[in-house]
Structure formats: C-alpha cells, structure tokens
T-cell receptor, first 112, second 113 residues
Framework: GEDVEQSLFLSVREGDSSVINCTYT??????LYWYKQEPGAGLQLLTY?????DMKQDQRLTVLLNKKDKHLSLRIADTQTGDSAIYFC????????????FGAGTTVTVRA | DADVTQTPRNRITKTGKRIMLECSQT?????MYWYRQDPGLGLRLIYY???????NKGEISDGYSVSRQAQAKFSLSLESAIPNQTALYFC????????????FGDGTRLSIL
C-alpha cells in the first residue's frame, strides 16, 4: 500500500538477527501489526504494538516503534530456516478502525 | 481445523465466467473482510462487513460483489471474470471491538485465462 513502505528483500544467515523495517505516513495510526506469510499459506499475526508504546518483546521477536519518525521495525533473534517467509507491516488508522493498510511485504531468505 | 476456511483453494477459469469464492469462520467474529494480494502491492481491501446486515465497499470493489449469508459466512463473487482479476484472495475476520487484529484464511489462488 502507498501509505506503508517496506524494503522488498532481506537475506540473513542462520543464527544471525534479522531486522525488517517499515515506515508509515498516517500519524493517527493507533495499532501497528506484523504478519508472516509462509508459502501457500495465509497471513499469520505475529505481533502488534499500540502507538503509545516504544517497544514490545515476545520471545525471539522485538518490535520497536519510533512514532516521531513513523518508523516500525521487527527484529528476529537467532533467525532459523523456518523464519523464511514474507513479512507484512500493517497499520490501523485511528479514524477508521476497520481498515488495515499493508506494506508490500519483505521477503526474508535465511541461508545456512 | 482452521478457524477461517476458504474454498476453493485454487481455481482456474475463463474470461467472462461467474465465480464465487467462499469463506466460513468458527471464531465467532462479527467482522469479515475480503482482500486481494498482488505481487509487490501487498493486500488491498475489496469489501468488508461488520455484521450480517452491513456490507461496505473497500478500496477496489469494482468488478466484485459480496454476500454475507450468516455471521460465519461471507462470499465474494466475480460476476464476469477478467484476466486482471488473477490474484490471491484472502478472507479475514476480526472481533467487533476497535482495532482488534484480523485473522486470515489460507487464501484462494484464482487464475483467469
């Protein structure tokens, strides 16, 4: 989507950390989400963060939010081959709480 | 068993045919959505429904129609399919409260020749 931008590809070595970045334009965004799409499957909700938070950690996943710069990142610690997938950033505007605006997705490839 | 089930998973058809994609959910959610996914474009919203009597157009509704047959069922129709409707289609659901996460089905891959 034009309101949410992500880099298209990321290659990372197994065991390293992956960092996927996302920028958005709607300053009224209330929730920001990360979804994972494995081949042949739908989108799986990984985590989400409310806009009044700076950071959220969930096991190997760390989400950082810089609201001033409208920048969201997802860090995956100890990246495994099962982490190879497309990762989508999405934001939910405060004015229309039904609507998710998605980025184009970042394809993460984990190499041995 | 999947909470959000889409049928069929794959479909190949010809230009001009009418096609229906179906979605059913066991999550008890009131809100249901249809998206299409195209490479490099992310997901775009086609239609959404907040309850059985509520249907709304999304950003790319032209050429599509929907029916909410029950709380658990939401179908998408292409009245006269055209090749640029070839895409991956996803159904999603969410609870009725504001900003609740959306939960997706596994998608229907549709090819129109």
């Amino acid at each position: 989507g034009e309101d949410v931008e992500q880099s298209l590809f990321l290659s990372v070595r197994e065991g390293d950390s992956s960092v996927i970045n996302c920028t958005y334009t709607d300053s009224s965004s209330t929730y920001l989400y990360w979804y994972k799409q494995e081949p042949g499957a739908g989108l799986q909700l990984l985590t989400y963060i409310f806009s009044n938070m700076d950071m959220k950690q969930d096991q190997r996943l760390t989400v950082l939010l810089n609201k001033k710069d409208k920048h969201l990142s997802l860090r995956i610690a100890d990246t495994q081959t099962g982490d190879s997938a497309i990762y989508f950033c999405a934001e939910s505007p405060g004015s229309n709480d039904y609507k998710l605006s998605f980025g184009a997705g970042t394809t993460v490839t984990v190499r041995a | 068993d999947a909470d959000v089930t889409q049928t069929p998973r794959n479909r190949i058809t010809k230009t001009g045919k009418r096609i229906m994609l179906e979605c059913s959910q066991t999550k008890g959610h009131d809100r249901m959505y249809w998206y299409r996914q195209d490479p490099g474009l992310g997901l775009r919203l086609i239609y959404y429904s907040f309850d059985v009597k509520d249907i709304n157009k999304g950003e790319i509704s032209d050429g599509y129609s929907v029916s909410r047959q029950a709380q658990a069922k939401f179908s998408l129709s292409l009245e006269s399919a055209i090749p640029n409707q070839t895409a991956l289609y996803f159904c999603a659901t969410s609870a009725q409260y504001s900003n609740q996460p959306q939960h997706f089905g596994d998608g229907t891959r549709l090819s129109i020749l």
